[in-house]
């Protein structure tokens, strides 16, 4: 652990402060900037939260240099090879690994929440059949809120236990409604035997017409991506429902404004921009004119699914997508699937170039995911309410762990204001 000490100096006066170190269990300390302003009448300037910390969290850790992704002290890999999401989840808002009992009651309880109230469906028949999924996602979880009065002391653990069965046993059923009101079929209610995974493909894919036979290849590929989805930290959908509950807002609407967040293309929206972009490419004797246009910079043109903000190495969420969909494409009979091929020779040019090797731009989670989406048969513009459903724990944890502590204050940021300065009102009739 480093033992410096860090502190400030205005260099005009002399006055100078030392600032604390935070130091968690493993990784990167950060020095407290909190009494800045109070001591030397500045303020720090950090936008984009490069180098700021917003919190003390002990859900997720990452290493971004070394490519290394742990939920409460567990290597990733692990989970997404020995775990299922639903243990994922009870250990991420838990902390702990579940004993048999309570992953057979957590699990009980999640598909016994998984219905949603009637009234609540009927917001869906408000929407065009060509919204965008994630609009009509962000707008249901949002009225979600007006629903359970019952469970919204954020004070009670209690309460926000049940608020966090009901999102996450609620989401698939949601995100599943979104798909059926965009293809104009009818809804199809959970069936609680399932487990997660399936009970989504079900509700997605399920027609009144005919039996729908749930493939197992399917349903653990789902499973696998959920896992690897569940939760990274302080990133900027987790970052907004953090926000917005810091003011203690209902759970159900801050959920939803990370919802709103994570449907951008520099988030969770990349998923969706990936298969967009091969599409667009077409074919590998494409890939070269993409790629300068990409390094030229060419309207912003951007290797979407590469880059990340943490991880300067590979993600390493995407090496476990990219085993994951070798394996589903060939389970499924689709092993030369011309996308992945594309996205293979992609992958191969930018490691192997300058203009990525400098900037340390890798493959992130968004990469392959999209291929497995549509080996399954989801359509593009439900990918990110994919991200969404695994992420939604992430989301519960988070605002779990804000919420539950007693020194949480409102997020308030400040800002260097650069309008105009202190002017006199005129009348109209002088201007
Ligand atoms: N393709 C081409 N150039 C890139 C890319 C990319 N995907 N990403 C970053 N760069 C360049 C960028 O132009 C800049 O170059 P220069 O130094 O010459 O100005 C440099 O790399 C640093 O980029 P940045 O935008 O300052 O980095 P950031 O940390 O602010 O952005 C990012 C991170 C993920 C938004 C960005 O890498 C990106 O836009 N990637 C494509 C979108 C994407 O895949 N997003 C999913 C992220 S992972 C899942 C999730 O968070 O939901």
Redesign the pocket.
């Known amino acids: 652990m480093s033992k410096a000490t860090y502190s400030l100096v205005n260099n005009e006066t002399g006055e100078k402060i030392e600032l604390p170190l935070i130091t968690g269990t493993i990784g990167t300390p950060g020095a407290d900037v909190g009494k800045v302003y109070d001591k030397l009448g500045i303020f720090t300037y950090d936008p984009?939260f490069t180098s700021t910390c917003s919190t003390k969290s002990a859900i997720t850790y990452i290493d971004g240099d070394e490519g290394v992704l742990l939920y409460r002290g567990y290597p990733v890999e692990q989970l997404a090879e020995k775990s299922s999401f639903i243990e994922v989840c009870y250990l991420t808002l838990h902390g702990e690994l579940p004993s048999a009992t309570q992953l057979a009651e957590f699990d009980q309880s999640i598909r016994r929440h998984t219905m949603l109230n009637e009234s609540l469906r009927k917001f869906f028949d408000g929407f065009n059949y060509d919204a965008h999924p994630m609009a009509m996602m962000t707008g249901v979880v949002g009225s979600l809120s007006a629903f359970y009065h019952d469970t919204t002391n954020n004070k009670d653990p209690k309460h926000r236990e049940i608020f966090a069965h009901r999102m996450i046993a609620k989401i698939p059923t949601i995100a599943a409604a979104v798909y059926k009101k965009t293809v104009g079929q009818p809804f199809v209610y959970p069936k609680n035997d399932l487990d997660y995974s399936s009970n989504l493909l079900r509700m997605m894919f399920a027609v009144p017409a005919e039996e729908y036979e749930i493939n197992p290849v399917a349903a653990k590929a789902l499973d696998v991506l959920f896992i690897l989805h569940a939760d990274?930290e302080q990133?900027?959908s987790t970052s907004t429902v953090r926000m917005a509950g810091s003011t203690g807002t209902n759970p159900y609407a801050a959920i939803s404004s990370g919802i709103a967040a994570?449907w951008g293309?520099?988030?969770?929206g990349?998923n969706e921009?990936?298969l967009e972009m091969l599409n667009e490419i077409g074919d590998v004797k494409h890939v070269p004119a993409f790629m300068q246009k990409?390094k030229d910079?060419v309207e912003g043109v951007?290797?979407?699914?590469?880059?990340?903000?943490v991880y300067k190495n590979f993600?390493p969420r995407a090496k476990i997508i990219r085993e994951q969909c070798h394996k589903v494409l060939k389970a499924l009979g689709k092993e030369n699937d011309p996308k992945m091929e594309l996205a293979l020779k992609l992958e191969e040019i930018a490691l192997n170039d300058d203009?990525?090797k400098q900037?340390k731009?890798y493959p992130?989670?968004?990469?392959y995911s999209g291929i497995i989406y549509e080996a399954l048969g989801i359509p593009v513009n439900m990918f990110t309410p994919m991200?969404a459903v695994g992420r939604t724990v992430g989301w519960c944890a988070h605002w779990n762990e804000m919420t539950a502590d007693s020194t949480t204050r409102i997020a308030r940021p400040r800002q260097v204001y650069t309008g105009a300065a202190v002017r006199d009102y005129t009348p109209v009739a002088q201007r």
């Open positions: 984009g990274h990133n900027a994570l293309p520099s988030h969770g990349a921009a990936v990409v910079k951007r290797l979407m699914g590469f880059g990340h903000r993600d203009y990525f900037r731009l992130n989670v968004d990469f991200f």
